[in-house]
């Protein structure tokens, strides 16, 4: 996990290996500084020597100054290198990202994918700021600060014999009492920017049912999960300053009591004293801050887990060496394909599919919900991987060609499309960056689209809100398949796409693809009957399988589905 997680510090090496090395001075300067002043107190003052005096005050006063420059330097390159690896880890989890099949994206949820980009790169950060700087610090300042106070006075320093494993015992029993609940509040976040976010992207269904108060008891039961954690760990973590100011009080107070009999005895100087009360509280206090630390890095090990979790993640679809990257036409073969989301044969959604398409036929596909009809098409530019059987386009297996190469070929309007914010234009051209503006206006002609974008005051400029929510669900859905058909794609699947299209227009769209694009090969799934009656052959899905193919005509006289169906619509329609 460490090593996955350091191949992301990259560049910021540099920074990180400095910190260190600047904080290491910071604290031999800092250890340094109390034995200078003991000298000043025992020798310059008690032997009045004025020369030695200012000399070692002199002394004193560079070495608080270095350890300050030394201590800002390492604080500036601590924050850059944890900021800079930040910024590479949200880099290498969105390129992770952008490789996701829809496999891995349906295992990992969006809201778990956000919280993971955003809350514990945070934390991941704000650990490794502290590792590098007190990580280094607390060790060395003990080890360092121990060594002297022996050599100051090695019977007193016996007091940190008792004072330290007491501080350490109590301070890691807190923190490691703490951690738990600190690890399930991670948890808890994911389900809040869960709530958030849907919550946020359907506010209008929302308030079109009026669940607001819903809505708002929901956010605050997760929020007040959250909180509640949040108390129990901090009450937890709440007694680590008592803790540590009783034993630190109490160790200078065995100090001053035995150290005073020493001093009255001659056995030791007051400067001694008051340089080995400094050191006691270094010590313990670098215990604190390693208790802290030890917290810190529980905390950001499971945020870790998380992120590299997202940055193994292997894309469950690559394309093959030597890849096919040419698609030779736009014919299209199902053989014994069954398919299903899991591993699970019982869970098959697609079963015994065999069927074969000629380049430039239309297609209509018709089934109830739920009958598998996205799932098939799905398949074609190789969304998703067949269990068993293969799919073929243009005669090579989807699985040996460049899945970009196919993808350009196969264009598909999804059937829960989206717009991105930005103007129309901009929009259209994600089908094909380097398209002139007449072929936008071509494209939009085909989709019955270009007459309404028109009518808008900026025409092509207008600017589309995230989602494309400032036009109506049927403009979109034209949009969209605008968007398509800019690819100039050998196959072009249309699931559900005119849903929202009114039935005139629908028809004008089915025209002008059979004389614009008389050549593409059309999928077209459709809930109504008029949607796909004119097509060359009409697939009918139920339950994952096939039922029928044929014309409308045919299926008329032998398919009872279609039967039902188009009946039920056409007396619909006689009304
Ligand atoms: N991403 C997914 N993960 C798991 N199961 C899925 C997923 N998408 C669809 N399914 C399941 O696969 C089955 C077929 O769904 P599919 O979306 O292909 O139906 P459909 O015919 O397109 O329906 P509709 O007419 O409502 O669009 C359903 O039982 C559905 O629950
Ligand atoms: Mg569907």
Known sequence: MLKTLMGSIREYKRSSVLAAIFVTFEVILE????????????????QGSITYTILISLATIVAAFASLYCGASSGKYAANAAAGFAKNLRHDIFYSIQDFSFENIDKFSTSSLVTRLTTDITNIQNAY??????LVRAPIMLIFALIMAININAKLSLTFAVAIPILFVGLFAIAGNAFPYFRTVFKKYDRLNCVVQENVNAVRVVKAYVREDHEIDKFHGVSKEVYDKFKA???????????????MYGAMIVMSLVGGKYIVYGDMLSGELTSLIVYTVMILSSLMMLSMIFVMILM?????????????????????????????DGSIEFDNVSFGYSDDENKYVLTDINVKIKSGETIG??????????????????????????????????????IEALRDQVAMVLQKNVLFSGTIAENIRWGNEKASDEEVQR?????????????FPRKYETVLDQGGTNVSGGQKQRLCIARALLKKPKILILDDSTSAVDTKTDSLIRKAFREEIPNTTKLIIAQRVSSVEDADRIIVLDEGRIAGIGTSEELLKTNKIYQEVYYSQMKGAEK
């Open 129 to 134: 700021q502290m590792i590098v700087r007190v």
């Open 443 to 455: 494209v939009c002609k085909l989709a019955q689209a270009d007459s309404f974008v028109q009518e």
């Open 233 to 247: 760990a901090e009450k937890i973590v709440a007694f680590n300053a008592p803790l540590m100011q009783s034993v």
């Open 365 to 402: 596909i018709i089934g109830g919900t739920g009958s598998s009809k996205s799932s098939l098409v799905q398949l074609i530019p190789r969304l998703y991987d067949v269990k068993r059987g293969s799919v073929k386009v243009g005669g090579v297996d989807v699985r040996d060609y460049d």
């Open 31 to 46: 250890v340094l500084i109390p034995y200078l002043m003991a000298k000043i107190i025992d020798v310059g003052m008690a």
């Open 300 to 328: 950001a090990r499971s945020s870790a887990e998380r992120v590299v979790e997202v940055l193994n993640e292997k894309s469950t679809m690559t394309s093959p060496e030597n890849a096919v990257t040419s698609v030779a």
